[in-house]
C-alpha cells in the first residue's frame, strides 16, 4: 500500500468499525492489520483467514464477519465533526512515531487542534492534583524551559501540576497537548475549558482514545497516563505521593524504555515521597534545570529528526500569544518572512534606527524576537 492509496483511500470508517468489535483490542487489530494490504480487507476476509490470525478465535472472527453496524459508524463520524474534532488512525503516515512503538497502541485518536503538534518532539510533565506552590512552580519553570527549547509538553489537563504546566507553556507561547481520560467532547475538569481552548487556539492539541460521549470514570486515567508517557520522549514528575496516576505514569514509561525525571523535594513536605522514592530506587533521573533533561534526550531528537518522525519547530510564533502594543505588533509583522538587519527594518518601518533600539530589547525580555550577530534580528 503506498501512501498515495492511504491519502485518496483514508481507512478511518473501517478502524471506527473495528473499534466497535467487543474484545478485538489494539494488539488483535494489529495483528490482522498485518495480514491485509488495506484494512477495508479485513472485512472480506474468510473466518478460517480470521482465525488464522493470532489470538483471534470463533466468536471474534464471527463478530468481524457479520458486523453490519455501518449507520452506528458514520453517526460516530458525523458527531466527530460536528463537536470540532477529527479522528487520527494507527494507519495515518503522521500517527505520532514513538506512540506506535508502545505495547498497547491506541487505535484511534480524537483530536481537536493542530495534529501536527502530535508530530513535534515532546516531554510529558505529571503530578499530584494537590500540588503546592513548589510543585506548581517547578512546572511552571520546566515548562517555559522546554517551550524556549521548542519542546512540546504532554500532560493530562488535571488540576494541580497538569494546568499548571499547561498554562506556562501557553503562556509562553509554546505547544502544548493535553490527553484526556474522558471523551473529546467531555472536558474535565470543566474547570479547564477555557484552558483546553487556549492550547488549542496556540497551536497545540486535546486528544483523546476514548469514544464521544465517555465519562471520566476513575479507570479511564491509568489508560490515558500510557498515551501520555508512550508519546513523549521522557515523562518529568515533578510532586506525587506514594501512590497515584503520576506514578503510574512513570512506571508506564519505564516500560516503555522510556526516559524518567524527577523532581527532588525537600524531606517531609506533602508531595516528597513518592519523587524523592523514584530517584532513591534508581528509576528515575534527579534533574534541577532543564539542560538536566535535554541531556538525555537530545540525541534522541537528532536520530526522529534524522528519520524524518519530528518536526521540532514550534508551530505558532511566540508573539501572537503575547498581548503587544502596535509598534511590537508591526515589528513582529515584519520579521514574519525573515530575520532582517535593524537598519532594514527601520526602513520598512519608516522610523530611525535608534527609537526601535528600546522596543526590541523589550520583545527580547518578551522572548518574541533574538538578536543575532551584527544587529540582525529575528523571531523566536
Known sequence: ???QEKITNPPVREFTALHLISNLGAQRIRLLLQAVDHPQDIFRMKQH??????GIGPKTAEEIITFDDWQEVDR????T????AELMTYWDDDYPALLREVYDPPILLWIKGNRRSLQTSSI??????KAGTYGKDAAKYFATELTKKSITVVSGLAHGIDGAAHRATVAAGGCTVAVLGSGIDVIYPSQHKKLAADIIETGGAVISEFPLGTAPDAGNFPVRNRIVSGMSLGTLVVASGINGGSMITAKSALDQNREVFVVPHPIGTPNSIGCNSLIQRGMGKLVQNVEDILTEVDVHIAQMKAEGHTDTSPTTPKWKSQELDDLSTAICEALSAEPLHIDVLAEQLEMESH????KLLELEMKQCVRQKVGKNFELL
Open 49 to 54: 483467514e480470521i482465525e488464522s490470525v493470532y
Open 76 to 79: 460516530i463520524l458525523e458527531k
Open 355 to 358: 527609537n526601535l533600539l528600546s
Open 1 to 3: 500500500m503506498n501512501h
Open 124 to 129: 510529558a510533565i505529571v503530578g499530584t492534583r
Open 81 to 84: 465533526d460536528r463537536v470540532g
